[in-house]
Nanobody, 126 residues
Framework: QLQLVESGGGLVQPGGSLRLSCAAS????????IGWFRQAPGKEREGVSY????????KYADSVKGRFTISRDDAKNTVYLQMNSLRSEDTAVYYC???????????????????WGQGTQVTVSS
């Protein structure tokens, strides 16, 4: 069974950091681009970050550029999202998604992705 599982969410104070993980089971991530998305209460899901299957290309939403870093460790079949300088507006459920043919230009579009995790809650609050 193909599955993505996110972990690493939690409650953090403004200015703090979290690292989210996206682990795959039932398939290898080597040939997949990975996107991170988030959905805040009452808002539509939005693309946060993208990494190509090779890891050579990354992309970020303007709202997180310079604060978030996406990376992948194919040996561990896992993709990470390092989130620094967190703000209250980063509060959301974060999802990872895998897609085999996602290009850089379309990396933050959720329709491009085939497999999704269940999400992990990130709450930034004092």
């Amino acid at each position: 069974q193909l599955q993505l599982v996110e972990s690493g969410g939690g409650l953090v104070q403004p200015g703090g950091s979290l690292r989210l993980s996206c682990a795959a089971s039932g398939f290898t991530l080597d040939y997949y681009a990975i996107g991170w998305f988030r959905q805040a209460p009452g808002k539509e899901r939005e693309g946060v970050s993208y990494i190509s299957s090779s890891g050579g290309s990354t992309k970020y939403a303007d709202s997180v550029k310079g604060r978030f870093t996406i990376s992948r460790d194919d040996a561990k079949n896992t993709v990470y999202l390092q989130m620094n300088s967190l703000r209250s507006e980063d509060t959301a459920v974060y999802y990872c998604a895998a897609g085999k043919y996602v290009t850089y230009d379309l990396g933050l579009r959720e329709i491009e992705y085939d497999y999704w995790g269940q999400g992990t809650q990130v709450t930034v609050s004092s």
